[in-house]
């Protein structure tokens, strides 16, 4: 699936708040490799990013530009039903949308 480098930070931001959830069931595993996938293609993105001394993302065109680049990421989608128990929020909801198929898998 393409995502933009924005789209694949803040995915890993939703799934990285999901780290202390208790996940039961062989999903608890595809999860953590979502996850863990994620964190590393955001750490190769935000190393790239320029910061003021807070560790603010600065509003640079350069990095306007880093984070709207497209990447391909190969992972398997998660399922509506697959999520239907976690505590996600509707801005969590729509922050992961483009990983998630509806029904189930």
């Known amino acids: 699936m393409k995502l933009t480098n924005l789209q694949i930070t803040n995915i890993n931001n939703v799934l990285g708040a999901l780290a ?3 996940v039961t069931g ?3 595993f595809k999860l953590f490799k979502t996850a863990k996938r994620f964190a590393a293609e955001a750490k190769d993105i935000i190393d790239t990013l320029d910061f003021d ?3 603010t993302s600065l509003p640079t065109e350069g990095n306007k530009e880093i984070l709207e680049m497209d990447q ?6 998660l399922t509506e039903d697959e999520l239907s128990e976690l505590p996600l929020s509707i801005s969590d909801l729509a922050v992961l949308e483009p990983i998630i198929i509806k029904g189930e898998k």
């Open 20 to 22: 202390d959830t208790k």
């Open 26 to 28: 062989a999903f608890k």
């Open 53 to 55: 001394d807070n560790g």
């Open 72 to 77: 391909e990421i190969n992972l398997e989608p």
